[in-house]
């Protein structure tokens, strides 16, 4: 493309003077501009991307300021094409970008306006995400490491005790308590269980009653010749199932604290002391590292592993004897709330069983109302009409 424009520029008019000379000063720019054309591959391939072409022309004239007219002799100009867009045309085939000095003349003309610059502004939010997935990912594998190195520590105590390798801290008198705590959970269940088992049987045996009550009245209606008899049996089984009824609300409130005092004061007290439990471990793995530290040699090296070791072993006996004193004051109130329960829910059960019994009906519902047991309608546990729906 350079090759035909500088073609076009050796067809173009030449004027003659009056002395007959066709050569003029400004022929010699032409001719100057076009030699330097003619040469400026050759300096682009040897010049540096970053150099202006400007610098290379600066023996030769302005082309900027020059023009070509293409046309034939004697022809009305079709285009002036300005030497300026060879130049941008040749680097742009060469792949040469826009020099520094280039650049800050477009930028100096009037009414430019600089792109503004928006990598800053996308890089920060993205470097910032980076970071705290880098930071959230280091803190995952520091507590995974920590993790791992006090897993393995403890499961060595724990077989080192097993095989009895190694020493255990005991306090007799805490681990007194806490079996006969474990003992008593056990037993209590077991007292659960069949007061469950009572609950349910007795259930069964008032609803017997009340079906046979009306059964008894049914027949009195329909055997003139036994209307009393039959009326007899079915006001005296109406009047167990009443008392029934009274005796069933009282063992339901009786299961219910011990279900209360069994599932979760006894059971929160265990969950206590399985922490002191694993503290009690974790306390007896780290002394036991700090002493073989501590036997082993001085070097520096040895001597940061104990400081370390030193820290950790404060570290979790702080935690040790904060359990220790946290199971020692819930065995005290448990065992304290234990008596006072279960002497309230035993008078409670006992009277109400004795009145049932001796056909009391006076005294069994002055028994409930000492001990603010509160009935259930009958026919309350079961679902009303719209529910079965």
């Known amino acids: 493309m350079t090759d035909s424009i500088l073609s076009k520029a050796a067809t173009m008019e ?20 076009a030699q330097i054309g003619g040469s400026l591959d050759e300096i682009v391939g040897t010049l540096p991307v970053t150099m202006d072409l400007q610098q ?24 002036i094409i300005p030497t300026s867009s060879i130049k941008d045309i040749r680097s742009k085939s060469r792949g040469i970008t826009p020099s520094h000095s ?12 600089p792109a503004p610059s928006m990598h800053h502004s996308n890089s920060n939010p993205s470097m910032m995400s980076e970071e705290a997935t880098k930071g959230v990912a280091v803190e995952k594998f520091d507590s995974m490491k920590k993790w791992s190195i006090n897993t393995y520590k403890c499961t060595k105590q724990m077989f080192s005790e097993r095989f009895g390798r190694g020493s255990k801290t005991v306090d007799m008198e805490l681990e007194a308590q806490i079996d006969v705590l474990r003992e008593t959970k056990m037993k209590y269940e077991h007292i659960l269980r069949l007061a469950r088992e009572l609950t349910n049987h007795f259930y069964n045996m008032v609803q017997t009653q009340q079906a046979l009550g009306d059964t008894f009245a049914d027949l009195s209606q329909k055997s003139p010749e036994l209307q009393d008899e039959f009326g007899y049996n079915a006001e005296t089984q109406r009047l ?48 036991a590292d700090l002493e073989e530290l501590s036997v082993g040699p001085r070097d520096a090296a040895a001597m940061v592993r104990i400081e370390i070791a030193q820290q950790q072993y404060q570290i979790h006996k702080d935690k040790y004897e904060r359990l220790h004193s946290d199971v020692s004051i819930k065995l005290k109130f448990l065992e304290e709330n ?14 109400a069983v004795s009145a049932y019994f001796a056909g009391n009906q006076q005294q069994l519902e002055q028994t409930l109302r000492q001990f603010n047991v509160k009935l259930k309608p009958p026919g309350s546990d079961k679902p009303s009409w719209l529910e079965e729906q």
């Open 338 to 351: 234990k008596v006072k329960v279960m002497h309230k829910q035993l008078l409670l059960f006992h009277n």
């Open 14 to 33: 030449i004027p003659i003077n009056s002395n007959g000379d066709s050569r003029t000063a400004e022929d010699d720019g032409f001719e100057q501009g």
């Open 102 to 113: 280039a650049t800050s003349r477009i930028a100096n003309q009037p009414g430019h306006y």
């Open 56 to 79: 290379v022309m600066v023996s030769g004239p302005n082309l900027n300021e020059t023009s070509i007219v293409s046309g034939g002799y004697g022809g009305a100009a079709e285009g």
């Open 240 to 287: 167990l199932c009443k008392n029934g009824e009274t005796l069933l609300g009282a063992i339901n409130f009786f299961v219910s604290s011990i279900n209360t005092l069994v599932n979760k004061t006894m059971e929160d007290t265990l969950m206590t002391i399985k922490m002191y439990e694993n503290a009690r471990l974790e306390f007896d793995a780290y002394r």
